[in-house]
């Protein structure tokens, strides 16, 4: 019998092990195959960079791929889900539906303007430049999303792009934006692990305010309250904050 029980536990461990390794792995596929896409604008106009870890006020933020063009800075986020996914600009989580299978993720486009607040940061003496966050899903995604950001597939990201014509930035500032870039990179040098746990933390922190009927953002009441698609969370001191959650 306590064979039977540890042979069991050890087989829940290594799938568990085996589930997460497959879920980072599919997580780097994905990016990588963003990459590839972005790969194939014209060099003479578009600086691509990918895998970027940059300090902000609350550690390091990890960028998945930056773009600096004649047209603006394009920081982009892959994430590599299957099935439907609903989500709107300011809810707190998106939801993944695959068959039974429900989960929630933490809204893209909050996670993204995190990774632009740490570049507008670093070039804080360059006021004037033009940010786009684009959110990229693998085609094996829908998706239901009310938001205004760009959200879109990886095989038309080039396409989405390519629709911003206006230049905003010189070559000399181009040059001079890629080398502060490169030169605050500290992707070679951080700690994966304690960035990862770092976000967990925060998420369950989040998660706990909500629980206790508070704002993660603000620490306001939250307020339950009626939209278009259904009841749903709200902060209290809504337009000021406007934290969302679905019920």
């Known amino acids: 019998m306590v064979q039977e029980k540890i042979v069991i536990v050890l087989i829940l461990s290594i799938s568990l092990i085996l589930w997460f390794k497959k879920n980072r792995i599919k997580g780097y596929l994905g990016e990588k195959k963003t990459a590839l896409y972005l790969s194939l604008l014209p060099k003479s106009k578009y600086t691509v960079l990918n895998?970027?870890?940059?300090?902000?006020?609350?550690?390091?933020?990890?960028?998945?791929?930056?773009?600096i063009s004649d047209y603006g800075i394009f920081v982009i986020e892959t994430k590599n889900y299957k099935g439907r996914i609903y989500g709107s600009e300011h809810g707190q989580y998106w939801k993944q539906v695959l068959f039974k299978y429900k989960n929630e993720l933490y809204?893209?486009?909050l996670q993204n303007k995190a990774h632009i607040n740490a570049v507008k940061n670093l070039l804080r003496d360059m006021p004037h430049l033009y940010y786009i966050s684009i959110i990229v899903f693998s085609s094996k995604?829908?998706?239901?999303?009310?938001?205004?950001?760009?959200?879109?597939?990886?095989h038309l990201l080039r396409q989405q792009i390519k629709r911003h014509r206006y230049v905003t930035i010189?070559?000399?500032e181009k040059r001079e934006i890629l080398e502060r870039i490169k030169t605050n990179n500290i992707s070679s040098t951080f700690n994966k692990r304690e960035h990862v746990k770092s976000?967990?933390?925060?998420?369950q922190n989040s998660r706990l305010a909500i629980e206790q009927n508070r704002c993660p953002r603000c620490k306001n009441r939250l307020v339950?309250?009626?939209?278009?698609?259904g009841q749903f969370l709200g902060c209290a001191s809504f337009p000021n904050c406007s934290f969302s959650k679905n019920v």
């Open 107 to 109: 809204n893209p486009i």
């Open 224 to 229: 339950l309250k009626n939209g278009k698609h």
């Open 170 to 172: 010189n070559p000399e």
């Open 199 to 203: 976000i967990r933390k925060k998420d």
């Open 141 to 154: 995604a829908s998706l239901y999303l009310n938001c205004s950001t760009i959200v879109t597939f990886q």
């Open 51 to 67: 895998n970027l870890v940059l300090k902000n006020k609350y550690g390091t933020t990890q960028i998945d791929h930056l773009v």
